[in-house]
C-alpha cells in the first residue's frame, strides 16, 4: 500500500498524515480543557498525560475513565513513549507555570515545577521521525520575560532543534470570556510539512519588505506585543520564524453579571466578614464601593487580596471582568465574588461553578471537593482560546496538509484558495506563501 506524504527528506515511517488522522496528545492535561476545546471539531484525544491524580478524578468524570489518560511524570520518557503507539499529528503542553512567575520565585526553567518542559521536548526527541507534525505550547505571560527572555529563548531553541519552525502570540481570554487572563502561545510546524499558509522569517523571494517581518509588525499589540517581537527578532532558531494571520478578536462577549449567582442560596458571608473587607479595601476602591452603594441598583464585581506595602488589601474591580483565575493556595489565591444590590453590600467566596464558566465549560462536572475543583479550574487553559486558535491555525495546517497528502499524491497544488484573506494591498508581500509544497510518495 503507497503512503503519502509531503516532502520531508527523509523516511518518516508510521508517522504519515494517513496514520496519524486528526488525532492530538494532551500532555500536563490538567482538567481536559485542552481537550474541551479541541473536540468539537473533530480532533481526537489519543493520549493525555498529568501526575497529579485529584486532576485526573476530574478529567475522568467529564471524559470517562479510560486507558487514554496516563497518570505519571513526562521525565520518565520510556514509561511515555511505551504509551505512544498511535500516531498523531498534532500535540499539545501547557507546561507548570509556577516558576515563571513571582509564586515560584521567578527561578524559570530551572525550577522543578517549570523544567518539566524539557520534559516534554525529551518525549518528543524520543519519538523520532514518529513526533507530532504540528506542537501547541501554553503559559502565562511571564514566560516571555523570565529571566530577561532567556527562558523562552531555551524553549523556542529545543523546538527548533527538533524541526520546528515557531510562531509566538499572546491571546488573552477576556476577548471570549469575562476573565483577564492573558497567556502566551507558541505554534511549532515541523519541516516535514514544508511551507504551510504562514509567511516564514526571511522568505520574501526578493521582496523589499520581509512579509513575516511585516505580519508581525502589523499585528495588534495586544497579540503581538512588543516585548515578544523584540525576542522574535533577535532569537536565531536553528529552523527559523514563521507567522500565522492572527486578526483581533472580535466577537461578543458576555459580562460578569451573567456568570455569577445571585440568588439567596449561596454562601454569603456575614456582615463582620464583609465590613473587614470594606475597611481592607484602599481609599480609592471604597469611595467607588461608597458610590455605588449610594447610586442604587445592581453591580456585580470581583475582589483580589493582595499584599500592598506591607498590608492586605481587598482590590476591586468592578468592569465587567473577573481577574485572572488562580489556584487557591493562601488567603490571595481564591477570587471573591462583590456585589453592590440596591444599596446593600454582599461578599463570598466565587464557587467552582463560577470558575468553570469563567474558562468557558458551564457544564464541566464537578468533583465533590471544594478545593480540588478550584485548583483544576485555576491551573487550566481557557477553551474558547483553544478553539480560536484551533479554527484560525490547527485545523487549517491540519486540512491543508490533508489536502495536499490525500488529493493531489503526485503534484505539487497552488496554496491560494486555502490561505486566510489578506487586503488586496498585503498581497504582493505574501507571495512567498503562495508557493507549492513538493509532494512525494513513500513506500
Known sequence: MTKIGIE???EVPG???????KT?????AGIGLVRVGLEPSGWSCVYANDLDPKKRKLYAGRFGDDDQFHLGDVWDREQVLARLSTPAFLSTASFPCVDLSLAGKWKGLDGAHSSAFFGFTNVLEGLGERKPSLVLIENVTGFVASRD???FESATRSLAELGYWLDAFVLDAAHFIPQSRPRVFIVGVHDRLGEPPMARRGSGGGWLVDPWVQRIERAGKSIRPSRLVELMKRIKLPTGWAAFRMPLPDGPRRDIAELIDLDDAQDWWDEPAVVKHHDMMSDLHRRHV????????THVGTIYRRKRYGKTRAETRFDGIAGCLRTPKGGSGRQIVVVVDRGRLRMRWMSPREYARLQGVDNF????????NLYG?????CAPVISWIDAHILTPVYEW???GAENHPGRPRPLRSLLPREPAEDAAPFARELETPKIREMG
Open 290 to 297: 461608597d458610590g455605588l452603594l449610594a447610586a442604587g441598583g
Open 24 to 28: 492530538f496528545l494532551e500532555f500536563f
Open 401 to 403: 496538509a490533508r489536502e
Open 15 to 21: 508517522s504519515s498524515l494517513a496514520a496519524a488522522g
Open 149 to 151: 527572555g532567556q527562558d
Open 377 to 381: 479550574f485555576g491551573d487550566a487553559v
Open 365 to 372: 462536572p464537578l468533583g465533590e471537593n471544594t478545593i480540588q
Open 8 to 10: 520531508t527528506g527523509a
